[in-house]
């Protein structure tokens, strides 16, 4: 079993609602189970195009599998079809996105997958619910995720509540 972590977000479609049907769903996948949650943050939303968008809504799950990496991505993006993900342009505004953030100590660089995830150190949205959950991280490049909150600290984020259930 691996330890993973798992960054959600959503903006559309009740994002609240989207999360904990995302989390359940999660925690329902073959040799997997949900162990810990974050709260839940509001933040705004990155956009290339300028044009406006609903604020995010975000959390971090950890989770152990049994699952190889590529097979929990197809898993993962099966609940963003579910729930209505549709993938028209990057940083568009979604019913859901789930996306791996750590896997046990693994480094992967594929065409479709990248861990560490390679924003993750730049958005605090992630970086905030992920020290909730694991305040002691070690990245593998060795930064310490105290000096990365440091890093972002200027940027709007709320903290809003927790998951139902």
């Known amino acids: ?65 049994g699952l190889m990496p590529e097979i929990l991505l197809n898993e993962l993006q099966k609940i963003e079809n579910q729930q209505g993900r549709v993938r028209e342009k990057r940083w568009g505004e979604r019913t859901i996105d789930l996306d791996i953030l750590l896997f046990g100590q693994q480094q992967i660089k594929t065409e479709r997958l990248t861990i560490p995830h390679c924003e993750m150190k730049n958005r605090n ?29 200027g940027q709007r984020l709320n903290k809003l509540g927790e998951f139902n259930g």
């Not at 903006?11 to 996948?29: G, M, S, V």
């Not at 905030?128 to 600290?153: G, M």
Request: proline content about 4%; aromatic content about 6%; charged content about 15%.
């Open 125 to 153: 949205f992630v970086l905030y619910p992920l020290s909730q959950i694991y305040p002691e991280l070690k990245l593998l490049d060795n930064n310490k995720l105290s000096d990365l909150l440091a890093s972002v600290s």
């Open 1 to 65: 079993m691996s330890v993973c972590y798992i960054g959600l977000g959503s903006n559309l479609q009740n994002p609240q609602q989207q999360l904990n049907a995302a989390k359940i769903a999660i925690d329902q996948i073959l040799n997997t189970k949900v162990i810990k949650c974050s709260s839940i943050y509001q933040s705004e939303a990155i956009t290339l195009d300028g044009k406006a968008q609903p604020d995010y809504l975000n959390a971090v799950i950890q989770i152990e599998t």
